[in-house]
Structures are given as structure tokens and as C-alpha cells.
């Protein structure tokens, strides 16, 4: 197993930039396929980008692509969501998954291993 935990979030004005990091501890991160999701208060879970365990492919869902950038260092165990240009849809409670077989989808059921999560907040 895995253990996740998010940090980094926080209050930002619209058009501003945010780096959330996600720590891993337990088994080797580099097995695990990591995603970023988000919910909003009232709404479903939602994919926001993905990227396979060696850090050599990313996606990202249509809402964020170009704006966001997910990327990982596995000698540090950590996963990275560089956020920018946010807009105030774009406030949620984020949080990291891990799936050793989850590279691909865009289906919280998929990831096994969830972070606690961490609020951003974008301000209009």
C-alpha cells in the first residue's frame, strides 16, 4: 500500500498560480500511477490530469489542459499539479490518487489510494 498526502493549497485571486505537491510514503511510489482529482462542494469527483509511473506520459481533462501541469519526481516520492491561470470554477478540494494499473482513465473508481485532500480557493 500507499499513503498520500496533499499540501500546497490555499486562497489565490483569479489568474494567479498555485503548486500542489503530494507526498507518498510506504511502497514504491514509482509501481503506482498518480492522478490529481477535485470536487466542489455539491458535486462529484472529478478528474483533473493524470501521468503513468515513470512521469513519461501525462493527460488532462478539457477544463484544465493548458493551464495545468502534473508532474512527478520519484526520487522524492512526490507528485506535482502546477496550477495557473485559475479561474474561481476552478475552486474545489483537491486531492491525489494512486492506481498501480489506473494510467488512462478518468474514473475515480479506478484509484485505490487517496490523500486527505486540500482546499484551493479562487477568488473572482
Known amino acids: 500500500q500507499v499513503q498520500l498526502a496533499e499540501s500546497g493549497g490555499g486562497l489565490v485571486q483569479a489568474g494567479g498560480s498555485l503548486r500542489l505537491s503530494c507526498g507518498a510514503s510506504g511502497r514504491t511510489f514509482s509501481d503506482y500511477d498518480m492522478a490529481w482529482f477535485r470536487q466542489a462542494p455539491g458535486k462529484e469527483r472529478d478528474f483533473v490530469a493524470g501521468?503513468?509511473?515513470?512521469?513519461?506520459?501525462?493527460y488532462y481533462s478539457d477544463s484544465v489542459k493548458g493551464r495545468f501541469t502534473i508532474s512527478r519526481d520519484n526520487a522524492k516520492n512526490t507528485v506535482y499539479l502546477q496550477m495557473s491561470s485559475l479561474k474561481p470554477e476552478d475552486t474545489a478540494v483537491y486531492y491525489c490518487?494512486?492506481?498501480?494499473?489506473?494510467?488512462?482513465?478518468?474514473?475515480?473508481?479506478?484509484?485505490?489510494?487517496w490523500g486527505q485532500g486540500t482546499q484551493v480557493t479562487v477568488s473572482s
Open positions: 490518487a494512486g492506481s498501480l494499473y489506473g494510467y488512462g482513465s478518468y474514473h475515480a473508481s479506478d484509484y485505490d489510494y
Open positions: 501521468i503513468s509511473r515513470r512521469g513519461d506520459s501525462t
